[in-house]
């Protein structure tokens, strides 16, 4: 009897301290994922969900409309960029510096430590938007690449004069300077020969710097990012900022689970004439399987969910040229008139591609990792 009370009680305690935590995550977790398939099977138009509009199923019409978008090709290209660039860029170089910092290859281990790992404690937003400034037409990018294209101009012009004997324009000169300016001299000029003649003439008796800063000003086309609209070259900025910014993570988890690796190990084969390259090879890479593969995930994780970073540098990806699936989710949920159905299947098929991203890596490290000790 005792012991029926007992177990009894057992049970209640369990009920009582289990219960609060499971209605919450049914509250939190379980019913938006029930309530995000049921949307994205349903052709729901916004509006009071119960009491409203009537609604109801509209089988996969949202998935086919979102494989029929060219935009979802284009947001999934982007998204596995950026997969890429995680997983075989912030991965690898992470473990390279963790791996230079845990041996003190360099010197001042804890100093390197801090300033890979700064980016990551950046608010993301400020990241954006520092990344945005530096890649504008106005930022410090362009403006050296002015001042290269401005210094390289002028010291031509001041050849061109030299040989020429200051101010004796002919029009063999002239030509000579129209070629420098290439395309930009159509822009200014009807008749380029003769006009331009006359305008360096009208310079004459004033200081031949003058001259040749205006003519630089004229003819040297300042530099732009526009190129990096481009779909093929949009997304090179962005993957960078992803690597600078997130690689310090990845160094902090692989240099902790490096330091809880036995020296002795690594003594008894540096004894038996080991190379460093065979150390981190065959001793530290076969230590830090599990960490490799939950890094990955991590990663994958991350790269699919991204939304912030990418926000902050495009301002949303107007041009769509470098827009992922969490912008075309957000897209199509808050901009214009919402599609709520489509936004939810967007969602889905993320978390889909993610599970077949990360059961991949983990059939990868079944295979061919080792096993953490």
Known sequence: MNR????????RAYWALVLPAFSIYL???AF????SVVLSLSDYDGGKMFGGEPWGFAGFRSYARVFADPYFWNALKNNAFIVLISVFGQLPLGFVFAYIIYRKIVKWPGFWQGVLYVPNIISVIVVGLLWQTIFSPNGPIAEVMNSMAR???QSKLEALFSGSGGFAVTDDLVRRILDLAGPAASEWFTDPVPELKDLILSYEGAPRAELIGDLC?????RWSPEFLSKPNLAMMPIMF???WMYTGMYLILFLANMQKID????????IDGASEWQVMRFVILPALSGTIVNSAILAISGSLSSFSLIFAMTGGGPSRVTEIL???????AFLGRPNLPLANAISLIMVVISFLLIGLTKAVEKRYGGKED
């Open 4 to 11: 029926l009370r007992t177990r009894g009680e057992e049970t």
């Open 27 to 29: 509250l939190v977790m």
């Open 32 to 35: 938006p994922i029930v309530l």
């Open 151 to 153: 210094s390289g101009f």
């Open 217 to 221: 000003n004229l003819f040297v086309a």
């Open 241 to 243: 900022v992803i690597l």
């Open 263 to 270: 020296t002795q190990i690594i003594e008894a084969a540096r």
């Open 326 to 332: 969490s912008i075309y989710m957000y897209n199509n």
